[in-house]
């Protein structure tokens, strides 16, 4: 990174704070890139697109700063946002600065270990209630009424996702397209409307070190947009449980834990909060299988071209079939209930 150039944007935007001593990548390399810049005795993070291969419409600085900005006054806990840089000559790509929130990360089931049953469980139900407040957010209010269009947002979101796969695709992925297909064959029609988060789960929050009950800020807010909450609702019970059983899972699995709520009891938890119907949250589920799939393809895909940051574990490109397979089951589960 050219800290020369980043020190004289910081300059211009931060008056006062002293030039980068460097850059540590924090997480890159599947997605944004996300660094810690540390000025004096001072810490921020900077976030800018992945290397290479980028799909369109992905990756998006400037609505990424706008969500996080606009969200700053609610009861949506994101970090503070200092400034958006939108001319690549600067770093060679967009990029923005936010505060560093200090907080925990769970990503593995390992690292959930040592919380027991009283912090998994406030852990859980504060997850669910930072989605619901999300989801209260009036988008007029917060400036955010031309985020997006969420009239047949779920349509579009089926025919993105397979647009995002055809993009992607360096191998065949048996009943992925098939998958699809079920999809757009039974696709709810619109029904609430509110800003989504886009892929809402565990490892995209931080908690606060002190009280694991507490969600310090969430982040990775580049799929966010207008649409359909149950798509965030329907995300966060497929991350849950939805790698159990697999081995070398690359996400944390709290669903599938000892002490820890079932997908089942965070629906319980988020209709206490929330009025928005949950009749039709399987096919929502089975919707978040397929998208994940097609995230972690393209994640494949520029691992094949070698444009990521760090190796990728072999997991992510095994887990694709399993998605597809358990996206699958969970419309024959939706379809089963009355």
Not at 22 to 42: F, K, M, Q, V, W
Not at 71 to 90: M, N, Q, S
Not at 258 to 268: D, I, K
Not at 290 to 305: D, F, N, P, S, W
């Amino acid at each position: 990174m050219n800290t020369a150039a980043l020190a004289a944007w910081l300059a211009t935007h931060l008056p006062g704070c002293p030039p980068p001593a460097g850059a540590r990548l924090l997480a890159g390399g599947r997605s944004n890139l996300t660094y810690r810049i540390d000025c004096g005795d001072r810490s921020l993070v900077l976030r800018r697109p992945p290397l290479g291969h980028v799909l369109a419409t992905a990756h998006d600085m400037a609505r990424e700063y706008r969500v996080l900005t606009a969200l700053g006054p609610t009861a949506v806990p994101v970090p503070r946002t200092f400034g958006l840089c939108e001319d690549p000559a600067v770093l060679g790509a967009p990029f923005y600065v936010m505060e560093l929130v200090e907080g925990v990360t769970f990503r593995n089931d390992a690292e959930l270990a040592p919380l027991g049953p009283t912090e998994a469980r406030r852990s859980a139900f504060a997850l669910v209630d930072a989605l619901a407040a999300l989801h209260a957010v009036d988008p007029a209010r917060a400036g955010l009424a031309d985020f997006g269009r969420p009239e047949g947002f779920m349509a579009r979101q089926v025919r993105r996702w397979r647009r995002q796969w055809e993009d992607s695709r360096t191998r065949d992925v048996p009943g992925a397209d098939a998958l699809n297909d079920r999809l757009a064959a039974s696709c709810p029609v619109d029904g609430t409307a509110s800003l989504v988060h886009g892929d809402y789960k565990l490892d995209n929050v931080l908690l606060d070190p002190a009280d694991p009950g507490r969600i310090a800020a969430v982040l990775d807010w580049e799929m966010s947009t207008l649409g359909d909450p149950l798509a965030d609702l329907g995300m966060l019970c497929m991350y849950w449980d939805g790698f159990a059983g697999f081995p070398d899972s690359p996400v944390a699995t709290p669903g599938a834990l000892p002490g820890w709520p079932s997908a089942a009891q965070l629906v319980e938890r988020y209709a206490t909060r929330s009025a928005v119907p949950l009749d039709r949250l399987g096919w929502y589920v089975a919707f978040s299988f397929y998208k994940l799939a097609a995230i972690l393809e393209g994640i494949h895909c520029r691992t094949v071209q070698g444009h990521t940051v760090g190796d990728e574990p072999a997991a992510l490109a095994e887990a694709v079939p399993l998605l597809v397979e358990r996206g699958h089951a969970a419309l024959d589960a939706a379809a089963r209930r009355p």
